[in-house]
């Protein structure tokens, strides 16, 4: 399939190139660094954010999209989601 934008690059602007499924795990990283995530239901993230030390927990709505490059979801402190997906 013909790309119109492969010479473009993959930019932080640029939609995501990739989606996947985020099982939230207090230790490992996410296999990409996203640039958004969405959840399917009411509840809380609690995700870590690029170049920071720190966690923050993030009220969401089902269907929103927390436009955040990150690099980790925690299991302890994200609630009331059924599945979370990564954008990257």
């Known amino acids: 399939m013909k790309d119109p934008f492969h010479y473009e690059g993959d930019k932080r602007w ?3 190139s990739r989606c996947f499924v985020i099982a939230p795990n207090d230790a490992a ?3 990409f660094v ?3 995530i969405r959840a399917d239901g009411d509840g809380v993230i609690k995700f ?3 170049g920071q030390e ?3 927990s993030h009220p969401v709505l089902a269907g929103e999209i ?3 490059r990150a690099t980790h979801v925690r299991a302890t402190g994200t609630s009331g989601q ?3 997906i990564g954008y990257a």
């Open 29 to 31: 990283e996410l296999p």
């Open 66 to 68: 927390i436009p955040v």
């Open 48 to 50: 870590r954010p690029v």
């Open 34 to 36: 996203t640039k958004g």
């Open 82 to 84: 059924t599945t979370i």
């Open 54 to 56: 720190d966690d923050v």
């Open 14 to 16: 640029s939609p995501a």
